[in-house]
């Protein structure tokens, strides 16, 4: 089974920072393109930031700027280093990988798309 757990949440005043950090764990064989998103309650969940499998990143003009996008290949990791912080930041942030490995008791090529359990970003004063 493959799992993703995301880390580095919490609440910051505006203009400050937060570094989020997810690990992929389990039967692995292959971590393809990496992201994260975050909602709102009541809102459709929203692309935050995009890595391919050999580095390219995307942001859109939302967090373009503020927010950068890295990962650790070795440690099958995505992080999201936040700056300059504003209140409509606050939400709850998953990331996202697709990931090839053991499903269901079968080793496979294919890549399915996994979600970790989300951590609660609060930007107030």
């Known amino acids: 089974q493959v799992q993703l757990v995301e880390s580095g949440g919490g609440s910051v005043q505006p203009g400050g920072s937060l570094r989020l950090s997810c690990v992929a764990s389990g039967s692995i064989s292959e971590v393809g393109d990496m992201g994260w998103y975050r909602q709102v309650p009541g809102k459709e969940r929203e692309l935050v930031a995009t890595?391919?499998?050999?580095?390219?990143?995307y942001t859109p003009d939302s967090v373009k700027g503020r927010f950068t996008i890295s990962r650790d290949n070795a440690k099958n990791a995505v992080n999201l280093q936040m700056n300059s912080l504003k209140s409509e930041d606050t939400a709850v942030y998953y990331c996202?990988?697709?990931?090839?490995?053991?499903?269901?008791?079968?080793?496979?090529?294919?890549?399915?798309?996994?979600w970790g359990q989300g951590t609660r970003v609060i930007v107030t004063s």
């Open positions: 996202t990988a697709r990931v090839s490995g053991r499903r269901n008791g079968i080793w496979s090529n294919e890549k399915f798309d996994y």
């Open positions: 890595i391919t499998s050999r580095g390219s990143t």
